[in-house]
């Protein structure tokens, strides 16, 4: 197998980020297909902390190529800020390719985002404010604008000129907001896109040829699939294809390319925004696996809303995406926990449910049904064998195999690269 891709399999955040840094150490190509800096990954590696949200988690191996494909969303000024902080930590970056097709960001999109957020009030998404949502609509619209713009002034010079005289009328009329300088915005966007010329290229090519000659290629994306944006919990979704079939699109890769596809998924589960959450903890044990998981947002630094594991969601995931495999990631968050939950069901209207509903209603309004085990009452985080674990928490990952239908195939017990137990080799 030479072509893996990962998906988050619950809402975003499920520790996709060491995942990939820990598969990386195989991989030859890192693939980032979709989403922009509404997401982040954070990867621990000898005590030291790296927080991505744009460059692809590969990138701290000296040997890896990394892409950023032309599905993800670009804002040039974060993507600097990035590449530079890397930099400073010792990283080698001329190893990165972006895709001349990827979109930009402009700051009218955080702008408009932030208005409609405000404008929606009660009704809002809970977005991140980062423009994200903005610049795939313009993407959809015909009207956004690409890096490969950024690097031919006279053709970027006419496109903006026409893009921005209707961004500042609906600014200025809309919403009564400032505009902005058409001179301001070119020059600095110029001056991005020199910046980014040495990393730009053909990115499907590059990427289609490594898989040819048998590299390992492994493509990662950004938020989970309950944040897709069709099969997602609709309307509270991001703008984008979290779920594996973003990857072909999002990469420019055929589908037929793709060997194997590994769900990420928490040991429990964590929502970040609005939008319907089933398995919630609104107490204080809530509280408490929060402050153990650190869980808190790597982009917006906003708490994550905690719960139960979902298996419901989980079998949703593993038909959406095609899964093989679950990578069970923050096990060591539930050490001295008495006793664990899996939501197996739901009950709707008097009806035991399944399956994942296919309204949006329907999800908001089910109760979880739920399977209680036992907990392990020892530390986990320096075990490296599957038998090694406490039998309770063997038990644990059994019952979600069986309830979830695939293996686990990767357990992480810990922040750092080293705390993971692989179970399959996944390449």
Known sequence: MSALVVVGAQWGDEGKGKVIDFLSQQADVVVRHQGGNNAGHTVVVNDQEFKLHLVPSGILYPNTWCVIANGVVIDPKVLLDELAYLQDRGVDIGRLRISSKAHVVMPYHARLDALNEERRGQQKIGTTLRGIGPAYMDKAARVGLRIGDLLHPEEFRDRLGDVLEEKNHVLTRAYGAQPFSFDQLYRTFVDYGSSLRPYVADTSLLINQAIDRGDK?????????????????????????????????????????????VGVAKAYATRVGDGPFPTELQDALGEEIRERGHEYGTTTGRPRRVGWLDAVVLRYAVRINGLSGLALTRLDVLDGLDTLKIATAYRYQGHTLKEFPDTAW???????????????????????????????????????????????VLVSVGRERSHTIPLDDLF
């Open 362 to 408: 329907e999800f908001r309004d089910v109760e979880p049904l739920y399977e209680t085990l036992a907990g392990w009452d020892s530390s986990i985080g320096s075990t490296r064998r599957r038998e090694e674990l406490p039998r309770q928490a063997q038990q644990y990952i059994e019952r979600i195999e069986s309830v979830v239908g695939v293996p686990v």
């Open 217 to 261: 290629v492994l493509f990662e994306g950004a938020q989970g699939t309950m944040l897709d944006i069709d099969h997602g919990t609709y309307p509270f979704v991001t703008s984008s294809h979290p779920s594996s079939g973003g990857a072909a699109i999002g990469a420019g890769v055929g589908p037929t390319k793709i060997d194997r596809v």
